[in-house]
């Protein structure tokens, strides 16, 4: 039974907008601020953007104004708004925990091509 389940993903062209989700299990979602992560082809998985308690967020420098991290705490989800995509967004997007991540999911992917 998987815990973290992303969906959203898709194919856009340079300056297009995308919305992934994450359906958080409700133990995690509680217990735990999340975020959002990502590793493009060739490189190590990083960190994209965080919300905690009281949904304080923050954002890697090379998203900051274009990404906007959320949630719905009745819904146990967390999203990710993509604004101003460029084709260096293009990775696989996973949600987990932070600071310290679970198991990883499948992840969703993100394409930026012209």
């Known amino acids: 039974q998987e815990q973290l389940v992303e969906s959203g993903g898709g194919l856009v062209q340079p300056g297009g907008s995308l919305r992934l989700s994450c359906t958080v299990s409700?133990?995690?979602?509680?217990?735990?601020?999340m975020g959002w992560y990502r590793q493009a082809p060739g490189k190590q998985r990083e960190w994209v953007a965080s919300?905690?308690?009281?949904?304080?967020?923050d954002y890697a420098t090379s998203v900051k104004g274009r990404f906007t991290i959320s949630s719905d705490n009745d819904q146990n989800q967390v999203y990710l708004q993509m604004n101003s995509l460029r084709p260096e967004d293009t990775a696989v997007y996973y949600c987990?925990?932070?600071?310290?991540?679970?198991?990883w999911g499948q992840g969703t992917q993100v394409a930026v091509s012209s």
């Open positions: 987990n925990t932070l600071p310290v991540p679970r198991s």
């Open positions: 409700k133990i995690i979602f509680d217990s735990n601020a």
């Open positions: 919300i905690d308690w009281g949904d304080f967020t």
